[in-house]
């Protein structure tokens, strides 16, 4: 299962952390951005080639440090479809570097629109005879709030391609409780959406354990972390909110099985944005990047031993 190659590259670098590529034109160094608005103007086309060097030039840094990269749709689709060729350009240069690539792209519908957004981003598009692929990623971002026919007909592409979702269950935000933590018969919704996301990905689980139908839980959260880990011990955690938004390492910790598998923590504008701290106008942005990473990893493996 896809979770089973998430986990292997973590023990390989013992880095249980994924490394956000969710770059705005004003997060890219002004070297970068002045050279691709020289030979393109300061176009969408521009702007979308500026992010993809800037992408590039980050996983080469990284891909001996992190196992795995997230590009965040948001950030691409803003610049039309030059940007959403340049995540699927980005997704391929990150296969390349051997990591494995979370598309967070939170989509929730159901029937034949889940169907086709299944197979954009994790399975392949009929063309003739043929089954070609489209984005490819390993493993997407989904919200079930809709319910399971929103997920299932994802979780059918994940068996039939070896690929894997993470479901928001409890999300980092602030407001995520004016939904997710009100009552819904003896518990809370977020415990019922966690309760749902562990049944949802069946019987069948990995040789680490995890089920292809994984969960979103904020680092923000610790309490509410270390619950859904004590419900959930078969479904794998994407941990976001550490760092800039007031997670830390001791929080995330309780995302993790005892043995120190099962979860990822992402991290997004402090590694790609940690050149902006070294004063030296972002030709260092690599070095930065990799520099925020390693201290990432090091902090987490204060609390969380990587097996």
């Not at 562990?198 to 509410?224: M, W």
């Not at 106008?281 to 925020?292: F, I, K, L, V, W």
């Amino acid at each position: 299962m896809s979770f089973d190659t998430l986990q292997e590259k973590i023990i390989a670098r013992k880095n249980p952390t994924v490394a956000g590529l969710d770059p705005k034109p004003e997060y890219v160094p002004a070297h970068i951005l002045k050279d691709c608005y020289a030979r393109y103007g300061e176009t969408l086309e521009g702007a979308a080639e500026a992010v993809y060097r800037f992408n590039c030039g980050l996983m080469d840094a990284l891909c001996d440090v992190v196992p795995a990269v997230k590009p965040q749709a948001a950030y691409y689709e803003r610049l039309g479809w030059r940007g959403m060729e340049v995540m699927e350009r980005t997704i391929a240069y990150a296969h390349g570097k051997g990591l494995f690539v979370i598309a967070d792209i939170k989509r929730g519908d159901i029937g034949s629109t889940a169907s086709a957004y299944a197979d954009g981003w994790l399975g392949g598009a009929k063309i003739g005879e043929k089954t070609l692929g489209s984005f490819d990623a390993d493993c997407v971002t989904l919200n079930g709030y809709m319910g399971s026919d929103s997920v299932n007909p994802f979780l059918d592409v994940c068996r039939a391609e070896d690929k894997c979702v993470f479901v928001l269950v409890k999300t980092s935000n602030p407001g995520s409780g004016e939904l997710q933590n009100v009552a819904a018969g003896d518990g809370l919704v977020y415990q019922v959406m966690g309760d749902l996301v562990e049944k949802l990905g069946g019987g069948a689980v990995g040789r680490y354990g995890f089920t292809p139908c994984g969960a979103v839980t904020g680092a923000t959260y610790p309490a509410e972390l270390k619950d859904l880990r004590a419900r959930m011990p078969r479904t794998f955690f994407l941990v976001p909110g550490y760092g800039a938004q007031g997670g830390t390492a001791e929080d995330v910790q309780h995302a993790f099985t005892r043995d120190g598998r099962g979860a990822i923590v992402n991290a997004s504008r402090s590694i790609m944005c940690a050149w902006q701290k070294t004063g030296r106008d972002g030709t260092d942005y690599q070095e930065a990047a990799r520099s925020a990473a390693m201290a990432m990893r090091d902090d987490i493996g204060r609390f969380v031993n990587i097996g």
